[in-house]
């Protein structure tokens, strides 16, 4: 996930309008030769399209969002573009609930094998009928070791007075509501004005103390110098472990955010064919490795995973040991999700 990720504004209300066009049923016929890729900034490898292309003869046409929102409004403007898009579990939960999705057909996916148990039947796909997941991952904390000796193991011992100005954090106001709900033993997944209340004092200390806000290279202002702590994306501390140790990954122990990334359909797809075909593509073991060498966070695919070096097995961010807490996004609806954001740009903005 090479994000500036997680949506900031209403999926529920983009997606109430989409309902609208989604019913206008705009027929397409299948051109095969042709897929409308739509994904994440920075998230599909090129030699993984130009392989793509080279053994099918589809072109693909790539496009990229940088917000989960971004996507569903270009979505749903022009609904017959896209064949393929790339969307968060939260996300894929509110699109199905609004019809927006075709099934996947496995008898097109004979590679749908290689993906591990743990990554089928999940909260926002139970029954495996609209996704095939693509990367996953976890939010956690860098810690570099030759600034800061102190242990770390929480969100708490991140979030101290003496370690102001020395935080980065994601740019991600879902994210930091989360990290203050953790901190207070509450459901990331359960929000209201009285939750909110509860965390906003400790929203406003936390804001108060990062010195960078950063989704989409948190790891450059580890790398420089400019910070000795921060709370990133699982790739980008991995990224960070491989280049040099002194970087730690941590993930706190009053638990954190599990993040699927997966593929799916538009119903209004006009290439569902290719569609298919290039997501069992990207399920080779050999084409699915070559994900995990761009971008290491967590590939779904057992039969990848046994091709990766050791180094790569054993990163702490990509495969994190034991057993730890995690939670994954659920659709809270918009009006939660503008609540969120309401209240954490008020206290960055007054910071």
Known sequence: MKWSKWIRASVTG??????VLVGTGRDAV??????NLFCWTEYVPKEVIDGFTKETGIKVNLEEYDS???MLTKLLAGAA?????QPSEYT??????????????????????????????LPHDPENKYTVTWMSGTVGIVVNTEKVTEPITSFKDVFQDKYKGRIVA??????????????????????DADVLDKIRPTVEKMVSLI???DSTS???SLTNGDVDLGVVWSGEAAILWSEDKKFKYVLPSEGTHRFIDSFAIPKTAANPDAAHAFINYILRPEVSVLISENFPYTNPNGEARKLLAPEQRDNPASYPPGNPKLDTFRDIGGRATRMIEDMVSEIRSSN
């Open 30 to 35: 299948a051109q095969n030769k042709e897929l």
């Open 170 to 191: 994601l740019d991600d106001s879902r994210e930091i509501a989360s990290w203050a709900m953790a901190m207070q033993g509450l459901d990331v997944n359960k929000v």
């Open 211 to 213: 010195k960078v806000y």
């Open 92 to 121: 894929i939960e509110a699109m199905v609930k609004q019809n927006l999705l075709q099934e996947i057909d496995a008898s097109k996916i004979p590679n749908l094998g290689n993906i591990l148990p743990e990554f089928r039947g």
């Open 218 to 220: 948190p790891k450059t």
């Open 68 to 70: 989960n929102e971004q």
């Open 81 to 85: 573009k896209y064949d393929l898009v």
């Open 14 to 19: 983009v997606l109430a309008f989409g309902s």
